[in-house]
C-alpha cells in the first residue's frame, strides 16, 4: 500500500478504499470579480491551489483513483438555505458579476475550468460548510467502500475544516493536502493546517501533493 510523508506521521492508504475529494473549487470563491473577490478578499490566496491540484488531479485520474467534488450552494427558491446564513450572507442569490450568488445552475456556482469534473465523477451539492450535511456523500462512500479521504479544495478553516472534522467523527481517515487547499487569510491557513495534524493527528494528516503523486505514478 502507498505510504506518503506526512505530518504528524506517514500516512497509509490503499486504491480501493481511498477518494480524492475536491471542495467547493467554484468560481463565485476563485475568480476575479466573483462573489469572493466582492466581499474584499484577495482571491490569489486561493487560486494557487489550481495549478498544483491541477497535477494532482491528473496523476490521480491516470491511475483510476475515486474523485468526487463538491460544490456549496442554494435552489433557486433559497429554500435550502437557513434563515440564519442568509442573515450573515445578504448576497447570496442577489446578481452577482457571474450570476446570482451560490445558486445552483449559475455560471459562478459551477467549478472552475482547470478542476472541471469528468465523466463518471460524483458532484455532490452542498447547502451548508460541511460536505456530509443534506447530502448524498456518505452513501457515495459507503456504496464504494471508502474509508479514507484525500482532502482538497476552499477554504481551508471553512469547508475544508467542517468536512475533515465531520468526516473524522465518521469514522474516516483524513490526509489534507498543504499546498492544493486555500484560505483567503494566510494566518488561517497556517493556522487551520497546523490545527488538523495537532496533537498526534486530532482530525487527521497533512502532507504536500507532490509527495502523495510520488506515490501513485
Ligand atoms: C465559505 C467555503 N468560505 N467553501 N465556503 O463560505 O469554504
Redesign the pocket.
Known amino acids: 500500500m502507498p505510504t506518503v510523508e506526512a505530518s504528524p506521521t506517514p500516512f497509509t492508504f490503499a486504491k480501493n478504499s481511498t477518494a480524492l475529494l475536491v ?2 473549487m467554484q468560481r463565485d ?1 476563485l475568480l476575479p470579480g466573483g462573489f469572493g473577490e466582492s466581499l474584499g478578499n484577495d482571491v490569489a490566496q486561493l487560486r494557487r491551489t489550481i495549478e498544483p491540484l491541477t497535477a494532482l488531479l491528473a496523476a490521480w485520474r491516470a491511475a483510476g483513483w475515486k474523485v468526487i467534488h463538491t460544490r ?1 450552494g442554494h435552489l433557486p427558491d433559497l429554500s435550502d438555505c437557513p434563515p440564519a446564513k442568509l442573515r450573515r450572507g445578504p448576497m447570496i442569490g442577489q446578481a452577482g458579476r457571474f450570476g446570482r450568488v451560490l445558486i445552483r445552475g449559475e455560471y459562478g456556482h459551477d467549478i472552475v475550468d482547470e478542476l472541471a469534473p469528468v465523466e463518471g465523477e460524483d458532484v455532490v451539492d452542498k447547502p451548508g ?1 460541511g460536505a456530509f450535511y443534506a447530502t448524498d456523500l456518505a452513501k457515495i462512500l459507503e456504496n464504494d467502500g471508502i474509508t479514507s479521504l484525500v482532502v482538497t479544495g ?2 481551508t478553516e ?2 475544508v475544516h467542517t468536512t475533515v472534522r465531520e468526516a473524522n467523527d465518521r469514522g474516516y481517515e483524513c490526509l489534507v493536502l498543504a499546498d492544493c487547499v486555500g484560505s483567503y487569510f494566510p494566518e488561517f491557513q497556517r493556522v487551520g493546517l497546523q490545527m488538523i495534524a495537532a496533537q498526534g493527528g486530532i482530525f487527521g494528516w497533512v502532507a504536500e501533493s507532490s509527495a502523495l503523486i510520488e506515490e501513485i505514478t
Open positions: 471542495i467547493d470563491f456549496e460548510k476552499v477554504t471553512v469547508c
